[in-house]
């Protein structure tokens, strides 16, 4: 009474959280754990052979053999019971004639001692103790599971023809080494191809995998490796668990260190139970590794933890071949007479395992329910019979058997052979034949082959299952797999999956070696590691990503910029040194105001042309300094506006022309007042040079030679228009490519020896006594403008885009308007403000004519 108290209390809790959890549709079960077996429940396994009768069978029992089982292997008789009474009852099968089972004695109990006693190693013969060993010479058909090796052992020197129900086992599958032996469970064709595809649907691309150390395990791995390199999931770690338990011991340690220290969150099991790697399952559990379990449904397995809790990080996940709805099975389980059968095993059927447990559709009927008697809540709430797996394949092997046995009819009515009694088979080549090439559909719309070709079509049912206290588990159905529809919809994934963890912002747990690289990163891997761990590293300038975990970024056009998370690229705004802009504006306006001033003093000088101070220094030469000046003032006009062709060709060349004309009569005023006042004494031949104007050939001189390099410039180099997407952040500025920046500087450094020139003369004649004598304006004017272009070309070149042309542009004014004020305002001034001082130096206008 004590232990069905603490059932009911667990029970009952169980229930209320169900509720507050708000099942719905999934399919689900609860399931209990056999307390006498803390090692699990498929320690056994069960055996039956089948055979044929004439007549009805309702009273072919006189005694009831009772005898108590485990209760995992109910579910075989009552399988048996089931199915053979269906086909009894069905007139299109066995007609005229009954199906009945016999249980191998003992088999259903206990498997291993049974099979101890039956086989001796020494003589390699079998002892058949406690066994129906067939002395009547009869080929009824045997149904052996759940275990392969059990079914080997049975298999040894035997020639009755056998059906295993067990998962399909490759080691069973040698039909020139086991010709009688045959296997109705399907296989595992894509089974790998499923667990990838669930693995990428979570993105976890970290994993651990544990298999047994046999072929099966072996040739599983090969397919799932292979599968998971071409998705780019790794592992990190790899367990091939020994067969044997002294060999296993030896590694037990290293097994239980790489699951308790590895970051990998979801391990994969293939392999059978009763074996090693059960053990090391349940050690792992017993240590408190919270995984993520992915396995196949024999791994149905229930734990003693004591946890309470729907967490998705730990919980096992299995993969089961989809089958019908045996919708029949659960009325018959209702309805079924024990009277009628060999065995008595009615009590059993309070330990069934499976219950209907969709809760919130009979909420109701709950409240009015008092759970005084645990044992009441099985007898009035519905069973779910959802079989097992090895349950469902024994229901299609008692048919497959039923259909052999009515072909095997068949043949005898055909041959017309009346010896023997009918429904007796001798000849277990024939009936094994027979029982080999068996395809046919069973009522629930599923068709069975015996042949097991390989099935180019596979459909999985996804199942997640819960310890729970007390021995309670709890499968839910999350989903399924069909491997024939198209890779975007094999996967199907229940739209309640929130349900399924408990909550509804499901927290599904991580499992990758690296953090994955955001949009705006690329992957960068990181040396002697699998692919998955890698490291994440922003995109380069004007390239972008768009996804996660991209191996290289992507460059936008050149019309287009990345935005700052580098995640898109987007339209760049065009732009240039435009009138509109406040630097355009102010720069086009200082342009226009120096060129109306530079008029202005122009038109000065035309007006007191017979002013000495003009007379003095040559007005010619200033007038066309003047005008020289006029022209470098407006040509900066030209690098502001949207820039075409014709103003990126002018550009350069009315600069260069113009400043070269203005440098060159620089230097001819320059070599004027030193041809008149540094020659003390000079010669006739020196003052008739002077007198024919030979210093004026200078500027000709000097601008055709700039002429001919702007020419060589414009055939060989033209200037073009440009973009540059560098200098400005989501800008393509529209600039004058010079063509040959080698060129441009061969111009400025032209200029720059004119000037170099002017200054050097200048600075000679500098101390000339003398009122007029401008060389000093003209030394101070020379060096300003070499300052000016000096300091021009480090800012030029450390600089991009519009400011450029603003830094080229200032430097034309800045020169220019130098060239204007330490030449001309002295001028100007003594014209303007002190015409006296211009008056009393009349007197050397005569040594100047």
């Given at each position: 009474?004590?232990?069905?108290?603490?059932?009911?209390?667990?029970?009952?809790?169980?229930?209320?959280?169900?509720?507050?959890?708000?099942?719905?549709?999934?399919?689900?079960?609860?399931?209990?754990?056999?307390?006498?077996?803390?090692?699990?429940?498929?320690?056994?396994?069960?055996?039956?052979?089948?055979?044929?009768?004439?007549?009805?069978?309702?009273?072919?029992?006189?005694?009831?053999?009772?005898?108590?089982?485990?209760?995992?292997?109910?579910?075989?008789?009552?399988?048996?019971?089931?199915?053979?009474?269906?086909?009894?009852?069905?007139?299109?099968?066995?007609?005229?004639?009954?199906?009945?089972?016999?249980?191998?004695?003992?088999?259903?109990?206990?498997?291993?001692?049974?099979?101890?006693?039956?086989?001796?190693?020494?003589?390699?013969?079998?002892?058949?103790?406690?066994?129906?060993?067939?002395?009547?010479?009869?080929?009824?058909?045997?149904?052996?599971?759940?275990?392969?090796?059990?079914?080997?052992?049975?298999?040894?020197?035997?020639?009755?023809?056998?059906?295993?129900?067990?998962?399909?086992?490759?080691?069973?599958?040698?039909?020139?080494?086991?010709?009688?032996?045959?296997?109705?469970?399907?296989?595992?064709?894509?089974?790998?191809?499923?667990?990838?595809?669930?693995?990428?649907?979570?993105?976890?691309?970290?994993?651990?995998?544990?298999?047994?150390?046999?072929?099966?395990?072996?040739?599983?791995?090969?397919?799932?490796?292979?599968?998971?390199?071409?998705?780019?999931?790794?592992?990190?770690?790899?367990?091939?668990?020994?067969?044997?338990?002294?060999?296993?011991?030896?590694?037990?340690?290293?097994?239980?260190?790489?699951?308790?220290?590895?970051?990998?969150?979801?391990?994969?099991?293939?392999?059978?139970?009763?074996?090693?790697?059960?053990?090391?399952?349940?050690?792992?559990?017993?240590?408190?590794?919270?995984?993520?379990?992915?396995?196949?449904?024999?791994?149905?397995?229930?734990?003693?933890?004591?946890?309470?809790?729907?967490?998705?990080?730990?919980?096992?996940?299995?993969?089961?071949?989809?089958?019908?709805?045996?919708?029949?099975?659960?009325?018959?389980?209702?309805?079924?007479?024990?009277?009628?059968?060999?065995?008595?095993?009615?009590?059993?059927?309070?330990?069934?395992?499976?219950?209907?447990?969709?809760?919130?559709?009979?909420?109701?009927?709950?409240?009015?329910?008092?759970?005084?008697?645990?044992?009441?809540?099985?007898?009035?709430?519905?069973?779910?019979?959802?079989?097992?797996?090895?349950?469902?394949?024994?229901?299609?092997?008692?048919?497959?058997?039923?259909?052999?046995?009515?072909?095997?009819?068949?043949?005898?009515?055909?041959?017309?052979?009346?010896?023997?009694?009918?429904?007796?088979?001798?000849?277990?080549?024939?009936?094994?034949?027979?029982?080999?090439?068996?395809?046919?559909?069973?009522?629930?719309?599923?068709?069975?082959?015996?042949?097991?070709?390989?099935?180019?079509?596979?459909?999985?049912?996804?199942?997640?299952?819960?310890?729970?206290?007390?021995?309670?588990?709890?499968?839910?159905?999350?989903?399924?797999?069909?491997?024939?529809?198209?890779?975007?919809?094999?996967?199907?994934?229940?739209?309640?999956?929130?349900?399924?963890?408990?909550?509804?912002?499901?927290?599904?747990?991580?499992?990758?070696?690296?953090?994955?690289?955001?949009?705006?990163?690329?992957?960068?891997?990181?040396?002697?590691?699998?692919?998955?761990?890698?490291?994440?590293?922003?995109?380069?300038?004007?390239?972008?990503?768009?996804?996660?975990?991209?191996?290289?970024?992507?460059?936008?056009?050149?019309?287009?910029?990345?935005?700052?998370?580098?995640?898109?690229?987007?339209?760049?705004?065009?732009?240039?040194?435009?009138?509109e802009d406040p630097l355009g504006f102010a720069l086009g306006s200082i342009a226009l105001s120096f060129s109306g001033i530079t008029i202005l003093v122009l038109v000065t000088f035309v007006k007191h042309k017979d002013a000495p101070i003009v007379k003095a220094n040559n007005r010619i030469l200033s007038y066309?300094?003047?005008?020289?000046?006029?022209?470098?003032?407006?040509?900066?006009?030209?690098?502001?506006?949207?820039?075409?062709?014709?103003?990126?060709?002018?550009?350069?060349?009315?600069?260069?022309?113009?400043?070269?004309?203005?440098?060159?009569?620089?230097?001819?005023?320059?070599?004027?007042?030193?041809?008149?006042?540094?020659?003390?004494?000079?010669?006739?031949?020196?003052?008739?040079?002077?007198?024919?104007?030979?210093?004026?050939?200078?500027?000709?001189?000097?601008?055709?030679?700039?002429?001919?390099?702007?020419?060589?410039?414009?055939?060989?180099?033209?200037?073009?228009?440009?973009?540059?997407?560098?200098?400005?952040?989501?800008?393509?500025?529209?600039?004058?490519?010079?063509?040959?920046?080698?060129?441009?500087?061969?111009?400025?450094?032209?200029?720059?020896?004119?000037?170099?020139?002017?200054?050097?003369?200048?600075?000679?004649?500098?101390?000339?006594?003398?009122?007029?004598?401008?060389?000093?304006?003209?030394?101070?004017?020379?060096?300003?403008?070499?300052?000016?272009?000096?300091?021009?070309?480090?800012?030029?070149?450390?600089?991009?885009?519009?400011?450029?042309?603003?830094?080229?542009?200032?430097?034309?004014?800045?020169?220019?308007?130098?060239?204007?004020?330490?030449?001309?305002?002295?001028?100007?001034?003594?014209?303007?403000?002190?015409?006296?001082?211009?008056?009393?130096?009349?007197?050397?206008?005569?040594?100047?004519?």
């Open positions: 009474m004590k232990k069905l108290s603490i059932f009911a209390i667990s029970f009952l809790l169980l229930m209320l959280s169900f509720i507050l959890c708000c099942l719905t549709e999934p399919k689900c079960f609860w399931r209990v754990k056999n307390s006498e077996d803390n090692h699990g429940d498929m320690r056994t396994d069960c055996g039956f052979f089948l055979r044929t009768i004439e007549g009805p069978i309702d009273n072919i029992y006189d005694d009831i053999f009772e005898f108590r089982m485990p209760e995992r292997r109910y579910e075989f008789f009552m399988v048996m019971f089931f199915a053979t009474d269906e086909i009894n009852k069905n007139p299109y099968i066995l007609p005229n004639m009954s199906l009945l089972f016999v249980n191998i004695v003992d088999l259903c109990q206990d498997t291993l001692g049974v099979l101890d006693q039956l086989y001796s190693p020494e003589n390699n013969r079998w002892y058949f103790v406690n066994y129906v060993c067939r002395e009547d010479g009869l080929c009824d058909v045997d149904l052996t599971g759940i275990s392969w090796k059990t079914t080997l052992k049975l298999t040894i020197q035997s020639r009755i023809p056998k059906v295993f129900f067990g998962p399909f086992n490759t080691n069973l599958n040698d039909h020139d080494q086991f010709p009688y032996l045959h296997q109705i469970g399907p296989k595992e064709t894509h089974l790998s191809h499923g667990m990838v595809s669930l693995l990428l649907n979570f993105r976890w691309t970290w994993i651990g995998l544990v298999t047994s150390d046999n072929d099966q395990g072996i040739q599983f791995l090969s397919e799932l490796r292979e599968e998971m390199q071409r998705h780019e999931i790794c592992l990190a770690f790899l367990n091939v668990i020994p067969e044997t338990m002294e060999t296993y011991m030896t590694k037990a340690m290293i097994y239980d260190k790489q699951i308790m220290t590895y970051s990998a969150n979801v391990v994969i099991i293939y392999g059978e139970m009763n074996s090693t790697l059960e053990v090391s399952f349940r050690r792992w559990e017993y240590l408190g590794s919270r995984r993520v379990w992915i396995t196949t449904s024999q791994w149905d397995v229930i734990t003693n933890k004591k946890e309470f809790s729907l967490d998705f990080s730990h919980g096992t996940i299995t993969f089961a071949h989809h089958r019908g709805e045996l919708a029949k099975f659960r009325n018959f389980m209702q309805t079924m007479n024990y009277n009628k059968y060999l065995v008595n095993i009615s009590e059993s059927m309070l330990g069934w395992k499976y219950f209907n447990c969709s809760v919130s559709k009979n909420i109701n009927k709950m409240d009015n329910f008092a759970f005084n008697n645990t044992l009441e809540w099985p007898a009035l709430h519905k069973y779910d019979m959802a079989l097992s797996e090895e349950g469902y394949n024994l229901y299609n092997a008692v048919y497959a058997v039923a259909h052999t046995y009515h072909e095997l009819l068949l043949q005898q009515v055909e041959s017309q052979k009346t010896t023997g009694v009918k429904g007796e088979f001798t000849d277990c080549q024939q009936v094994s034949s027979v029982l080999k090439t068996r395809v046919f559909t069973n009522p629930v719309g599923e068709l069975v082959s015996m042949n097991h070709r390989e099935n180019q079509c596979a459909e999985y049912d996804i199942f997640i299952i819960w310890n729970f206290p007390q021995g309670l588990g709890l499968k839910v159905k999350i989903g399924s797999y069909f491997s024939c529809f198209p890779r975007s919809q094999q996967l199907h994934l229940s739209e309640d999956l929130e349900w399924a963890t408990g909550g509804t912002s499901p927290q599904v747990p991580s499992s990758m070696c690296s953090v994955p690289c955001t949009a705006g990163f690329r992957k960068i891997h990181q040396e002697e590691t699998a692919d998955c761990c890698f490291d994440c590293v922003q995109c380069p300038e004007n390239e972008v990503s768009n996804e996660t975990d991209m191996e290289q970024c992507v460059r936008c056009p050149d019309d287009q910029y990345a935005n700052l998370e580098q995640t898109q690229c987007l339209q760049r705004a065009v732009t240039f040194l435009a009138y066309i300094l003047l005008i020289s000046l006029v022209f470098c003032f407006l040509c900066s006009l030209l690098f502001i506006g949207h820039p075409n062709q014709a103003t990126c060709i002018l550009q350069q060349t009315i600069f260069g022309v113009f400043f070269t004309v203005a440098i060159s009569t620089v230097l001819s005023k320059t070599i004027t007042v030193v041809m008149a006042f540094k020659l003390t004494t000079p010669e006739r031949r020196m003052r008739g040079m002077l007198t024919l104007g030979a210093p004026n050939f200078v500027i000709p001189l000097c601008t055709l030679i700039q002429l001919v390099l702007c020419g060589i410039w414009l055939v060989k180099f033209p200037p073009f228009i440009d973009r540059d997407i560098q200098s400005e952040h989501g800008k393509t500025v529209i600039i004058c490519n010079k063509g040959s920046v080698i060129v441009f500087h061969v111009v400025l450094g032209y200029l720059g020896f004119l000037a170099l020139g002017s200054f050097s003369v200048a600075f000679l004649a500098r101390n000339l006594p003398d009122r007029f004598n401008e060389a000093k304006f003209l030394t101070f004017s020379m060096l300003v403008f070499c300052s000016v272009w000096i300091t021009f070309l480090p800012v030029y070149h450390s600089t991009r885009g519009k400011i450029m042309e603003v830094v080229e542009v200032f430097s034309i004014l800045a020169s220019s308007a130098g060239l204007l004020g330490c030449i001309f305002v002295p001028k100007c001034y003594i014209i303007l403000v002190s015409p006296d001082s211009n008056l009393v130096q009349k007197y050397k206008d005569k040594l100047l004519h």
